[in-house]
């Protein structure tokens, strides 16, 4: 579980800093980061569904707003 | 050179079978040589999403939009209006209560509102199921085109629609999909309103046509796979719809003409190519011979070759020569050709089509220059006959392609579209003649506009180009003085201005004017007076017909 966490949270920073074009980290939120505005969030969801082969439902969508977060959503669709 | 390499490296990424999103958003591409172009977006669901796919692949065409996006608003009140050389309408269908035919009755009259205020060409992009009315609707609207997003969506396997990303993205409109709509927003539906078309593609041989080295493999031994056929029947396509094939290879001549005469299976012929480079002379050299026996500038021209150091040294020594790299796979020369900006337009019309006919028999007319010196027996054996129209609406969309595309024989540059010729149709004491030549040797159709306007003894010409195919027959002077002669407009007036733009490849245009003013210094920019008296006096030359068609 430890492993799936941290190859999960390393995919979704991968993901995230590439899709916003700058570096984030584990504890990056959309209020503490500037560059994750509302039009990047929306580049940052299509591109974790493009890299981690899922689609988030619109109750998923609104989770996704800290690296945190995604990570959790991400490893309950593991889960479920 | 680094800028065309560039854009060589990011064509993979962009006409790739399945283009990734974030690969797209990753490119880096130049913009130091593209256009910048104004564009009004009226909107009611999310077009930032999308527009940041568009700029990629715009710039990969060597443009770039800066946007002027509305707020979201359903009813387009076109709030805020400013003059850009474009107007997109970015609508979802969807939001509308009202029923198909109210919806339908509601669209016409906001692009009739859009029409009147604006002269840029209108694009409208959405989708109705009843597309079909639309598109109706939009076709009696001078400049207006419609973009059916479900009908292309469609026809590359793709869902529109996604009501679980529309609160997300603020559209319904798919991921998948706006991948589609941007490609095809950057490089056909938007430069085919905004640019002069590209006139022809020069292909490279080897590795582009087929597989294989002929000089290597011989006639027999290169590969034709079913790529290359399409690729190949791609091209036929193309120039049956106006746009000339040439070929530019390094290789033996005789070996060349071998190949296409045994290799039956091949689409392509070689009378296809209406200029044939093949040489082991640097290509540069012999692009530029193509741009000159075809009459089109480099700007015109898009070149096509395997090899990208071949492609970036022709780019650097012809910096306006448009470049396209050809890959081992040919599906993918396909695709990237498929959306070349300027390779696509809305409607082609005959003119476009006589083009190639008309460049074909350019050979034998030469050959009859040569060998008649007396200018009324070169005449008479080629029955040259022109047309003169006045004011012809049904030809304006012909006229205004011919003051957008037009650089050598183009007096004043004013670049007008259908919708400004028709306003200025509508000024007091304005007039509009448009020429049509033909020959026993082929019709070049309308080759000619004048846009004039009495100002009390003056006409004053504000619009004069002729088209590169009419150029070179000795008629451009006949054609000025005889349009002018049949204005309405030119009765009774004792003296005619000339509006005159110095641009870079005008010289054609400038030059018949000095003559026809006698002038020995060159013309300058601003306006050049004649009198009325030479053009009330000149005569159609000997052995030229001459036609007044109707209105």
């Given amino acids: 579980m430890a492993n799936l966490r941290e190859t999960t949270e390393a995919r979704v920073i991968h993901t995230v800093s590439r899709a916003l074009k700058s570096q984030v980290n584990a504890d990056s939120t959309r209020d503490n980061t500037p560059n994750w505005d509302s039009l990047r969030h929306i580049e940052v969801v299509f591109s974790l569904e493009d890299e981690l082969g899922l689609e988030f439902s619109e109750s998923e969508q609104v989770q996704l707003l800290s690296i945190k977060q995604i990570v959790e959503v991400v490893i309950k669709r593991h889960a479920a | 050179m680094t800028q065309a390499l560039a854009r060589l490296a990011a064509q993979k990424v962009l006409f790739s079978a399945s283009p990734s999103r974030a690969d797209i958003l990753d490119l880096t591409l130049p913009n130091a040589d593209a256009v910048r172009v104004a564009i009004n977006v009226w909107r009611n669901h999310n077009f930032e999403s999308l527009s940041t796919l568009v700029e990629p692949y715009s710039l990969f065409g060597r443009w770039y939009a800066s946007w002027n996006l509305s707020a979201y608003d359903d009813s387009l009140a076109f709030a805020g209006w400013q003059p850009a050389a474009a107007e997109l309408i970015w609508l979802d269908s969807g939001r509308s209560a009202t029923g198909t035919e109210a919806w339908l009755s509601w669209i016409e009259q906001r692009l009739q509102a859009l029409r009147a205020r604006s002269r840029a060409p209108i694009l409208l992009a959405t989708w109705l199921d009843v597309a079909g009315a639309l598109g109706v609707i939009c076709e009696r609207i001078p400049e207006v085109y419609f973009l059916d997003l479900r009908q292309l969506c469609r026809a590359h396997g793709t869902e529109l629609l996604n009501d679980r990303t529309s609160a997300l993205s603020g559209t319904p409109i798919h991921k998948a999909a706006q991948l589609v709509i941007a490609r095809e927003l950057a490089c056909r539906a938007l430069p085919a309103v905004l640019f002069p078309p590209i006139k022809a593609v020069a292909f490279d041989l080897d590795e582009t046509l087929h597989g294989g080295v002929l000089a290597e493999d011989g006639a027999a031994g290169v590969?034709?796979?079913?790529?290359?056929?399409?690729?190949?029947?791609?091209?036929?396509?193309?120039?049956?719809?106006?746009?000339?094939?040439?070929?530019?290879?390094?290789?033996?001549?005789?070996?060349?003409?071998?190949?296409?005469?045994?290799?039956?299976?091949?689409?392509?012929r070689i009378e296809d190519f209406s200029a044939i480079e093949v040489s082991w002379d640097e290509k540069p050299a012999a692009l530029q011979r193509v741009a000159a026996r075809l009459r089109i500038a480099l700007d015109a021209l898009l070149f096509v070759d395997d090899n990208a150091g071949e492609l970036a040294a022709a780019a650097a020594a012809l910096p306006a020569l448009h470049t396209l790299h050809a890959q081992p796979h040919a599906e993918h020369t396909m695709r990237a050709l498929h959306y070349y900006p300027g390779l696509w337009r809305y409607r082609t019309g005959g003119d476009d089509r006589l083009r190639i006919a008309d460049m074909q028999a350019n050979a034998a007319r030469e050959e009859l220059a040569t060998r008649l010196d007396d200018p009324a027996e070169y005449f008479r054996s080629l029955q040259i006959q022109l047309t003169f129209r006045y004011n012809p609406l049904d030809q304006l969309e012909r006229l205004a392609e011919l003051s957008m595309k037009t650089?050598?024989?183009?007096?004043?540059?004013?670049?007008?579209?259908?919708?400004?010729?028709?306003?200025?149709?509508?000024?007091?004491?304005?007039?509009?003649?448009?020429?049509?030549?033909?020959?026993?040797?082929?019709?070049?159709?309308?080759?000619?506009?004048?846009?004039?306007?009495?100002r009390a003894q003056v006409l004053h010409v504000e619009e004069l180009c002729i088209s590169c195919r009419a150029l070179g027959r000795r008629l451009e002077h006949s054609i000025v003085m005889l349009a002018l002669r049949g204005m309405p407009a030119f009765q009774g007036c004792t003296r005619v201005l000339f509006d005159v733009a110095l641009a870079p490849r005008n010289q054609p245009a400038l030059q018949w004017l000095q003559t026809a003013l006698a002038r020995t210094e060159p013309v300058g920019q601003g306006t050049c007076e004649l009198l009325a008296s030479s053009v009330h006096d000149f005569e159609a030359p000997e052995g030229v017909l001459v036609h007044t068609g109707q209105a």
Avoid: M
């Avoid at chain 2, 070996?255 to 005469?261: G, S």
């Avoid at chain 2, 650089?407 to 149709?425: E, V």
């Avoid at chain 2, 000024?427 to 040797?441: H, N």
């Fill in chain 2, 223 to 268: 590969q034709l796979t079913e790529a290359h056929r399409a690729l190949q029947e791609q091209i036929r396509a193309l120039r049956e719809r106006g746009i000339f094939i040439a070929l530019v290879s390094r290789n033996e001549r005789r070996d060349v003409e071998q190949l296409f005469a045994t290799r039956e299976d091949y689409p392509l």
């Fill in chain 2, 407 to 454: 650089n050598q024989f183009n007096l004043a540059f004013k670049r007008w579209g259908a919708t400004a010729l028709r306003d200025y149709l509508s000024l007091a004491d304005s007039s509009i003649a448009s020429v049509q030549l033909s020959d026993r040797l082929s019709d070049s159709g309308v080759i000619a506009l004048l846009c004039a306007r009495r």
